[in-house]
């Protein structure tokens, strides 16, 4: 069913990755733009898209748009920084790379190209289970470039819960063991619909030899999701007080939207959380996570907390501040300008998330990020 | 000035009907874009259309589609299940098949093809007064299937009130007589405009020899409609009673919206309530089902409620069950997947939305129908 | 700068009025549609035009468009009627036909066909002070039209103020003589912009001989309305006063959006008003009737109110009497239907809107004008 | 890179600006449709454009399109006028022109046409620092114009804040001597991306051998913007003290949107302020100044307040008015009317707002600026 010539969305052929970043290119809009021709057209579909109707991707960027951020000019911005601490480490700025499954996907260095251009614009970087390449030789890049460029951030784990806990915390121990400074657990996207067939060369490299649980039901079942293995073996909060007692890295779970889960993962072992609805892939018509972030740091004022899905602009990140993100999320941004222009594109595009942010904070008058809050927005509700 | 060669709204020769489902169809709006191809172009529009300016039609959906999911992850599924007890029947979930009428406009096998496919994938099936084949070749149809398949599912009888309670009383005779569960009186749209001409070789197939009632309004009249035959003879309490008493079955009220009108017919017999705006078909600008659903609700806590008009994904009948309903009906998605490819579409089109229903309630954290309620939806008013 | 053969606003050659009502019209929007190719392009921008960027014109639509009607089934509607009483008269329905200036824009027989079809279908008809046919003529053609039909609805004189009260009282004495029953005095439209030209043909029939007024600012002056003889000569409550003196007919005030100026016209002597943004043709950004429209009768509960500007369907006019009107007028549609198929297409329209008005009026449940009332709106604010 | 003959954004060889005004130009909007052939492709995008998703020129018109006029008639208009007395002069009107930079892009003439057309139709006049003629030369050109025609309108220096306090008080020194009657103090722009090359031919005519400030981030550096000098000179509380002490003239702070900020400017010496968000061009997302206006009104019941940034029509000025503002100034427009026929076309447009103006106020019933207010408005909240 593949053709001879692979070919984009737009039924082109493909074009390989450039080798320096195209002239007009100065904003993440611009990467996505660029980056339709460059990927090939059902691995394009999978990455762009959100479920159903799509309502889930239009409520994310609806929650930003419909924000009005308050200018305050005079300020002293003296000294100013973007320097934050999150789970014991400094980070320069506030912008991670989302866990971003396949990114041979987009670029044939995938992870290797992504995470050499984090460590380089000295951004989180948090490693996939379902990543193209194994987990050691991510945190092999990242640590060569750490060590060359005398500079970083943050690389942590994302662990997607397998079908039995003896494997799950094999990747924990491997990811222990090859230096990863944090495990990311997800808890959003363990049942859901997978309609996508990964091409040939493009696999989860950190799993050979691992089970897998698959939907099962049987024409005639009375459920067909519902009391089937897939959904029993759903994470769990027992889930997380085992994982919390099996490691001493900080754990950190992804995909709270709910201020009562927030509590109770919180109460469970959580050291942070990453406030998401996974790209809107999984639900639609989800609420966004902009949404319910005031109410989840409300009923929790102190702990760390990570605002992922929809982040497209440094003016983005500044609201998820303002309404009390500790740091944001990168996601489909960063597949854009890797398959556009490999690490340079993606160090190219945090440079440009970091002048926006930086532009956004000295127009609001704040010099660091702790006076971003609610302040810097006009309520015009 | 019908052509020689029938051709659907795109000025096209109509298709035939698919022998198989065509492989990229994974939802009902997959559906509604190959049956244009399936369905003669007056018929289409008959099917489609709203009325007027078609803001019931707008309504219906922004319903829906304003509303926020809010994901409860790490919940207990285990043992999870979409059963639910309705009028002393158990169904297996809560979709069924509203009552279409003259099916045999997408599909030459009409009602005997879709109440195949709802009895095969336990959906409960409401067969139209206006159906084009008789109430008892539909109603044989069930019971065969049903005792193939060793299951099946509820089937009632949909009825709109004839000229004379004799003849209404003949219909609810015929349909105890066929086995059918429950009578489900329409009455909304006694009074409306028709401007479809039914192509030849389609007819209402239950009421040869019935009598009909037109509008009969005269050059000069004072009126139109009030105060002729056709509005005085309108559905009233006083008939709901009547009917009430007149049969065994239970007796479920069709097209209701306004909580008061809800609380009367109860007062006066109804079991159940399907909370209806006829698809939008009759009165344009009309509120949507789901707006008034909640009041209804909170005035009536005890009586079984449908909710009808609008739904098209799993995610809407997740909505309708949060703000109230014990179940929903399909409308024009059914006509849609009987056009495309028969039996086997409306059967594929309810496995799509059981599927969608099942992962919806999984990631909201719903391991049955009961734990659906207003906390799986965000208040973002 | 005419062409030699008109065009209308698509550049195509005008084409004449239908001599019969093609088939496929069945509401106010498909006489719009066709109406188009029979207006010369000059008017035709003319008549749909609102100002500047048309917002009015989109206020008008949206307050109606936001609305939800509320149905009520299994309500008692025999003996229904669409019947109201209104400064003395009886009407056989709340449909009247707004003072529409220049008909023969339209169609060459302009206002007598257009009144010709309002007796005929017992909808009031208002005489612009503008009109293309003399006044005494438009009245002779009513009578001549009640007396054959031996039925008939009010005919009102609409009157812009002239330049002196002498030649206002010229037309008020005019149209007592003529038979006239009331005088509509339209009082948001003397200050306003005038860029459009009459064609040849076309005139103030019935101010021959009259003096006018006309914006005379020169280069340098300080202020180029404001302070000059056409603003200071504007409406005034003195002239309401005086007018409500100098006449037996009742006096209704159009163009009153205002709730406190709305009270001071009564106070000065109004039997009734017209609420209204004169077609949103005057003021862009202009609230419309409809969202006034509730406080004005609050704080006028037994005055007669008719709502005019935006009313294109039946719904239309349910709502706006739900809201408090007790009568509404029509506009561009009626020039539409004129343009179409002339007296006979204006009928048709007529007809049209009374069977919309009465299938709403019998969905939600109310048998007569005063059983609309805010109890037909869902309120979803 | 630039073509041989130079190109407008369509693609077009690029139009002289017209001898004479286009025939059907009546509005704002008709200007900003002629312009487009007129100006050179990138610097009409560098004209037209907001930053990144242009979110805050959205909101610029979204604040200005919501609200609802209510017409007043019937209201005694004898002897109305547009004038205002402001920081000791008199102003004819309340329409400023905007201090925009580079007029050149638009226009050969630039700045010396737009100050004569603004003398002519007696609007107050903004001279940029970044003007395409010395401030001498402009001056020079209103005082001319002024003598020339009898009458005249403000003349006022926009300062932007040079990179030491000596440059900016040399072109504080300048204005005074040149004769303008106050200075604008920009403290909004200081921060910002500038993407934009001049075209040859096009400088900062003022500023000839002052120094200029860069961003310098190196690869590597910790922050791009923050704590480089860049961010540390921006304008401060303290330099504004310092200006206020330097110079005689009225001192207006321009890009003023919090109320906090107004309130303070005010405190340390601000005679009036400039309500903008400098057309939306620093930082996207940015509250409109039309949402501000009624708090920073509150707070400041006698400052006078001008505001900027998307005034298009007169029923604009009108709802800037009826909140809170003293006076509007006017930006894009005037490029635009500039571009398509230089002198003649701003004195055009500038007729054609004091019209629409002029209009509004009567429709409104106010004879004078002090009588437009919140009555004006109709509240659809």
């Not at 611009?30 to 799509?54: K, L, N, T």
């Not at 251009?117 to 970087?125: F, K, S, T």
């Not at 500079?151 to 819960?161: D, T, V």
């Not at 094999?170 to 990863?180: D, I």
Request: net charge neutral.
């Amino acid at each position: 069913m593949t053709p001879a010539t692979p070919l984009n969305s737009l039924g082109q052929p493909l074009r390989a990755a450039h080798a320096r970043i195209p002239a007009e290119i100065s904003s993440s809009a611009d990467y996505e733009r660029h980056a339709v021709h460059h990927i090939e057209a059902q691995a394009w579909r999978h990455i762009q898209g959100g479920c159903d109707q799509e309502r889930g991707l239009a409520h994310n960027r609806q929650a930003f748009d419909r924000l009005r951020l308050l200018p305050a000019p005079m300020a002293d911005l003296r000294g100013g920084h973007t320097r934050l601490d999150l789970l014991g480490q400094t980070l320069a700025h506030p912008l991670l790379i989302a866990p971003l499954a396949y990114q041979a996907l987009a670029h044939a260095e995938g992870e290797l190209a992504s995470v050499r251009a984090a460590m380089a614009l000295q951004a989180g970087y948090l490693a996939s289970t379902l990543s193209s390449h194994r987990l050691e030789e991510i945190a092999a890049a990242a640590h060569a470039a750490r060590d060359e460029l005398g500079q970083g951030a943050p690389l942590w784990f994302q662990l997607y819960s397998q079908p039995t806990r003896e494997h799950s915390l094999a990747l924990v121990r491997r990811a222990e063991a090859a230096g990863y400074e944090a495990i990311v657990w997800t808890v959003d996207a363990s049942v859901k619909r997978s309609g996508f067939a990964l091409p040939s060369g493009v696999e989860a490299a950190n799993l050979h030899g691992y089970p897998s649980l698959r939907q099962t039901s049987q024409a005639g079942a009375r459920t067909i999701i519902l009391g089937t293995p897939l959904a029993d073996a759903a994470p769990s909060l027992d889930e997380l007080a085992w994982l919390r007692a099996s490691t001493q890295l900080p754990l950190i779970v992804k995909g709270v939207l709910n201020p009562r889960l927030a509590r109770e993962a919180v109460a469970h072992g959580a050291d942070a959380l990453v406030i998401s609805n996974h790209g809107a892939r999984v639900l639609d018509g989800v609420v966004s996570p902009l949404e319910v972030l005031p109410s989840i740091r409300q009923s929790l004022p102190a702990t760390p907390l990570l605002l992922d899905s929809g982040v497209r602009w440094g003016t983005d990140a500044v609201k998820a501040l303002a309404l009390g993100a500790n740091a944001v999320l990168l996601g489909r941004p960063v597949l854009h300008a890797l398959a556009v222009a490999g690490m340079l594109g993606v160090a190219h595009l945090l440079h440009l998330l970091r002048t926006e942010l930086e532009l956004a904070m000295a127009q609001l008058g704040c010099a660091t990020l702790e006076q971003l809050g609610p302040d810097c927005l006009w309520n015009n509700s």
